[in-house]
Every structure is written in C-alpha cells, then in structure tokens.
C-alpha cells in the first residue's frame, strides 16, 4: 500500500474512534468567526494570504460572514476556519476527552477527524493555531481538501514542537 494510501486508510478507524464522543450537526452551517489571541491571529492572516483559489476542484467564494479568519469554497462550501479553540477531544478534562484520538496525516500535516451529519470536520494537531475544515458529504472522500490546503498550512502555522 502506498503512503498515500495508507493516510487515508486511517480515516475510518480514527472517525470510529471518535464516534465514541458522539456525531455532531452540521446545522451550524454559518459557524461563528473565529476570535483567536493576537500570535495565531497573525499566523492566521499569513494562512489567509497563502490559500489556494481552488480546492478539490471548487472555486474560492466569499465567505459569510467575510472574516480573515475564515475561507470557503463550492456550493455546499467546504469551509476553512483559522483560529479555532482546542477540539475537546484533545482537551484534558473535556467531557468529550480521548487520549487515544488518532489523526491523519496528509502532505506533512496532521489533522483531527470528526465526522458530521453530513460530511467531516477536520482541525489540525500539533500546530500553533487550531486550522479547522469543514467538508459535507458530497465532496467524498471528504479528506481530499486537505491535500489542497496542506501547503499552505505547513508553510504558514509552524509546529507546536
């Protein structure tokens, strides 16, 4: 199996494994904007320069409400967010904590899986800002955004290490 392959292999076992917190609604389509401290605000704003016109195959759109934290793209749009509190899961003491959460790993960037009522929401480990994307269902499978966004998050949002 190739490494790419096997990336995607881990996806249905890390969102079974998160099945266990619970599915959560993609009825909060219009999510808020993010609000995050002063350092991920300016790792975000390098992120919002170096996003790609197009991800999966689908045009940039204006995002609503227009925030430089926030991106979307296509129609349902796959929504990036930048700035993103901790995913509970990842949060000691969190109704919703795993230690054992596993990611997946795509063109050098870990992601968090959590599958939605209708698709994925992914956010990013290991970074120094939380990065969140949004995928319905319709885009399957829904981790291929993530290979177009991959670059520019590695180039933008350093490592916690």
Known sequence: MSPFARRFALLPA???????????SSA???RPVPQPPQ?????????QDDL????DGLDRNESEPASEFA???GDPAVQL???VPRPEILTPGSDHYN?????VEVNGVLWLPE?????????????KAYVEVTVPRKYEPEVNPLTDLAKAVKGTIPNEL
Do not use: N, S
């Not at 790609?52 to 991800?55: D, G």
């Not at 599958?115 to 970074?127: I, S």
């Open 14 to 24: 890390a969102a079974a494994l998160l099945a266990l917190a619970g599915c959560t």
């Open 81 to 83: 967010r930048c700035g």
């Open 39 to 47: 350092k991920a605000a300016e790792l975000c704003r390098a992120l």
């Open 28 to 30: 909060d389509a219009t």
């Open 71 to 73: 991106a979307d793209w």
């Open 52 to 55: 790609p016109r197009q991800v």
């Open 99 to 103: 230690p054992t959460a596993e990611g």
């Open 115 to 127: 599958e939605l009522e209708d698709g994925y929401r992914f956010t990013t480990t290991l970074r």
